[in-house]
Nanobody, 114 residues
């Protein structure tokens, strides 16, 4: 079974930046569409960005122009560069296959607050 480990979260002021990483236990990034998801307290988990095995990317309207998803197949790592962060970006961030079929990792907490 694929294991996913997210890291890179933290506390940042509005307008700040963070880069999240997702380390996969196997070489899956060149096979599957992968995504970054987030879940805020009291809300459903939502997809914020995805990257296809060929490299095409898609973003939720709420993060378009601010977040960038990328991957490094050799390192088996998925990234999410988050710029111009807003308080509403506060959530636990997870990575998974686009269809959410892998087991979820523990996620990484992102808190945007002054």
């Amino acid at each position: 079974q694929v294991q996913l480990v997210e890291s890179g979260g933290g506390l940042v002021q509005p307008g700040g930046s963070l880069r999240l990483s997702c380390a996969a236990s196997t070489s899956i990034l060149s096979i599957y569409t992968m995504g970054w998801f987030r879940q805020a307290p009291g809300k459903q988990r939502e997809l914020v960005a995805s990257i296809a095995f060929g490299g095409n990317t898609n973003y939720a309207d709420s993060v378009k122009g601010r977040f960038t998803i990328s991957k490094d197949g050799a390192k088996k790592t998925l990234y999410l560069q988050m710029n111009n962060l807003k308080p509403e970006d506060t959530a636990v961030y997870y990575c998974n296959r686009g269809d959410r079929s892998f087991d979820w990792g523990r996620g990484t907490q992102v808190t945007v607050s002054s």
